[in-house]
């Protein structure tokens, strides 16, 4: 059974951290692109970070270059998203996803920046 399971969202006060983690299960993780993606409330979800399955290579969004850092450990099968200087305008549910020749999500974890 494939799972994407996000994992260490909660509140945090502007300027705080985070650092989210998706562990997956059921496919072959180190073959696969993954990235971070986030919803705010009445907007479209949109791509906040991607790295690839062999160089490592990142991308991210204009809004959180500088502050948040995307990795990955293969051999634990885990994504991760690392968020410094957090804005209330971060606040979103931030899902993972993974995708070669097949697409999986994640089921989302909240993230709230607010004082």
């Known amino acids: 059974q494939v799972q994407l399971v996000e994992s260490g969202g909660g509140l945090v006060q502007p300027g705080g951290s985070l650092r989210l983690s998706c562990t997956a299960s059921?496919?072959?993780?180190?073959?696969?692109?993954v990235s971070w993606y986030r919803q705010a409330p009445g907007k479209d979800r949109e791509l906040v970070a991607r790295?690839?399955?062999?160089?490592?290579?990142?991308v991210y969004a204009d809004s959180v270059k500088g502050r948040f850092t995307i990795s990955r450990d293969n051999a634990k099968n885990t994504l991760y998203l690392q968020m410094n200087s957090l804005k209330p305008e971060d606040t979103a549910v931030y899902y993972c996803e993974a995708d070669s020749n097949q697409v999986y999500w994640g089921q989302g974890t909240q993230v709230t920046v607010s004082s």
């Open positions: 059921g496919f072959a993780f180190s073959s696969y692109g």
């Open positions: 790295i690839t399955k062999f160089s490592g290579s990142t």
